[in-house]
């Protein structure tokens, strides 16, 4: 009897509260017909750690770290990923990240040497340049786990990019996000090489070309 | 009347559980997290600390990617790299640095352990974990 009506109580109590849950679930979701469904909205760009979901705001560390906002407020601003173009303040000198551990003035060994990658159909070449990456990284980040160092030997793809290889393995996760397609497909197809059809699709989009071959020194 | 209280208790951690199951299962994970943060939870809860948030941005405006990645052995995996606080305080990995001479020293526990409890080691806001439809075989760590 006892038994019978405690798990009655129990039931009801569980579904009191899965009731409350769903009434927050519901105020908290969004309009169903809100403008973006799925892109999120600029406001919640750049968070603070209290808000950014990751933090526990309980945390005293929370509140005591410091908001990318704050950081970033003095740099160039970039499409996606921090929002900040991170070549271009190195090449301000609005930051001055340290090349070696303990020694401030240490500089990297640039080496300016660009690999073009052709592209079937219609999206341009891939110029990769050797020199921005020799800015932030040591060849052994790459060669040869990720890139046999030969031109031609490497087989990439979007598909594998996208996935977090080849490219993807920094681009995506820490350096400039995948959406930034002109900023790796910078090289417009020479005209020799390109068939009609492609031509025409390179001819479509005249006014972005010369803004993504700008930042290409 | 003893046995009806214990049953009372049960009834209690029985909603209770759901109440959390409800909490964590169907809370939106509305992770916003600054590009390039990752969490580290291989070890944290277990322990019954919070779990590490290591910020990309800030340290890249202070080192390159050399110092960490080939300097100091940083394998590009989040969970890669099996970092414990006898590694630390040996001053291997996060302890090449916060040692008390290039950066504030490991006392500090809640400056590194900041993350809220139960999320997983994973780099955030990744183009993988912000595919609007998962790609097929994507590995969900």
Known sequence: MITKRLLFIGTMAMSALLAVAFTLEVSEAADPNAFNRLMKPPSKRNPPPAKDGIHDPESVGAEALQPPKEAFSAMPKGKSGNYVDWVQALADQKIAPRFDRLDPEAKPILMDLNIVREVKGSMPNVVYPHKQHTEWLDCSNCHPAIFIPQKGANQISMAAILLGEKCGVCHGKVAFPVSECRRCHSQPKGKAATTKAEAGAAAAQPAAQPAATAGQP | ?141
Not at chain 2, 22 to 42: C, H, I, K, Q, R
Not at chain 2, 51 to 59: I, L, Q, T
Request: proline share 4%; with cysteine; net charge neutral.
């Open chain 2, 1 to 141: 009347m003893a046995i009806e209280r214990k049953q009372w208790k049960s009834a209690i951690v029985i909603a209770a559980t759901a109440w959390m199951a409800v909490l964590f299962g169907f809370a939106p994970s509305e992770a916003t997290a600054e590009y390039g943060d990752v969490v580290m939870n291989e070890y944290s809860d277990e322990a019954g600390m919070r779990p590490v948030v290591f910020p990309h941005w800030f340290h890249r405006i202070r080192f390159r990617c050399k110092v960490c990645h080939a300097d100091l052995g940083f394998k590009f995996q989040a969970g890669g790299n099996d970092i414990n606080m006898l590694k630390i305080i040996d001053g291997e990995y996060c302890g090449a640095c916060h040692n008390g001479d290039v950066a504030w020293s490991v006392e500090n526990c809640d400056l590194c352990h900041s993350g809220k409890a139960g999320t997983p080691t994973q780099v955030h806001e990744s183009t993988l974990q912000k595919l609007i439809m998962p790609a097929g075989g994507a590995p969900k760590k």
